[in-house]
């Protein structure tokens, strides 16, 4: 138990479903992070949270919509996704203010588009 | 981009040998993150590293910060089947807003 819950841990979808994934953590960290894990790559960071900003998006594609209502809660809403973006997704946080970036990571949900 | 070099990819051992593997980049950076992950679950924080020579162990594992600030290693001393998993290392180089760039992992496999 690393303090950073996701839910749910599987999803399967299909092209034109809208789902969500929830990201809580609960280990006082003011910035939030959401990677892509895919097989045989290493993990890509989608976007990134300090304080509820968000201060970071890599060119993530638009039918991926982060959330951050506040800094323990962090969502990613999903619409007329592709089968390419079947992979694991990882929540991670950290304390921003720190001169040292440990990131703690929840557990991922595995989703599937079909 | 910045990369990090990691091997090797997988490594097959005999239960209570000892494993080593590594990153290594061309750029600097000023943290080590090694992670461990099991099947089906998120990355897990071994151990972190700060400073360049530093050398830090956590039970089993000792991993050191290289001197040049451009690698590091991670080492697993007699070694047991819940070792297995993927083992990745992380760094955080100054320029990067603070961020991780991740290896692609070593897959860890212990036989009996």
């Known amino acids: 138990e690393t303090g950073v819950t996701q839910t749910p841990r599987h999803l399967v979808m299909g092209m034109t479903n809208k789902k969500s994934l929830k990201c809580e953590q609960h280990?006082?960290?003011?910035?939030m992070y959401w990677y892509k894990q895919s097989a045989k790559k290493p993990l890509e960071l989608m976007f990134v949270y300090n304080f509820k900003e968000q201060t970071e998006n890599n060119s993530v594609p638009s039918r991926f919509s982060p959330e951050c209502p506040n800094s323990s809660h962090l969502f990613l809403h999903l619409h007329t996704l592709q089968p390419e973006d079947s992979a694991l997704y990882l929540c991670?946080?950290?304390?921003?203010?720190?001169?040292?970036?440990?990131?703690?990571f929840g557990p991922g949900t595995r989703l599937t588009v079909l | 981009g910045q990369q990090l070099n990691q091997s090797p990819q997988s490594m097959f051992i005999q239960e209570g040998e000892d494993v080593s593997m590594n990153c290594t980049s061309s750029s600097i950076f000023n943290t080590w993150l090694w992670y461990k992950q099991d099947p089906g679950e998120g990355p897990v924080l071994l151990i972190a590293l700060y400073k360049a020579g530093e050398l830090t162990s956590n039970g089993r594992l000792t991993a050191q910060f290289g001197i040049t600030r451009k690698d590091s290693f991670l080492n697993i001393s007699a070694s047991i089947p819940s070792d297995v998993g993927i083992y990745f290392c992380a760094g955080i180089s100054s320029g990067s807003a603070r961020q991780l760039t991740f290896g692609s992992g070593t897959q860890l496999t212990v036989l009996p």
């Open positions: 991670a946080s950290s304390q921003a203010s720190r001169d040292y970036n440990e990131q703690f």
């Open positions: 280990l006082g960290h003011n910035a």
